[in-house]
């Protein structure tokens, strides 16, 4: 039965997987992040999954600081793909202080803390 799962449970199920997967409403054409059942821009039922391209850029972003003992600093970003959702994530590989708004990235999914996780390097090219 494969509405069994709920849409986060879904979403995370692809991210077991390997999959950035986002919802599209049959209604109104926009992808939706955070999933749900229902479309927050015209209020569609119509939801289906799709694979994310992985494009996008870096829409907000902050440093957490801790300290070298604890795995020093890292960044905490909202990213914008280009399907046009935006989520919170990480870019990895590169030093926290350099990430900046409007940088181009590749997301992926990853691991934190043992669970797979929707993350991000900087865009080739």
């Known amino acids: 039965m494969e509405n069994s799962l709920g849409p986060d449970a879904k979403f995370r199920d692809g991210l077991s997987k390997g999959q950035i997967n986002?919802?599209?409403c049959g209604d109104c054409s926009q992808f939706i992040f955070f999933p749900r059942i229902n479309c927050p821009h015209c209020g569609g039922t119509s939801?289906?999954?799709h694979s994310a391209s992985g494009k996008?850029?870096?829409h907000t972003t902050t440093t957490v600081r801790r300290r070298a003992e604890k795995g020093g600093d890292y960044n905490v970003c909202m990213i914008e793909l280009s399907e046009g959702v935006r989520m919170m994530s990480r870019v990895d590989d590169i030093d926290p202080h350099d990430v900046k708004i409007g940088m181009p990235i590749t997301a992926f999914v990853g691991d934190i803390d043992g669970a797979p996780?929707?993350?991000c390097k900087p865009a080739e090219g």
């Open 22 to 24: 986002l919802q599209k």
């Open 47 to 49: 939801l289906t999954w």
């Open 56 to 58: 996008g850029e870096v």
């Open 117 to 119: 996780a929707v993350l």
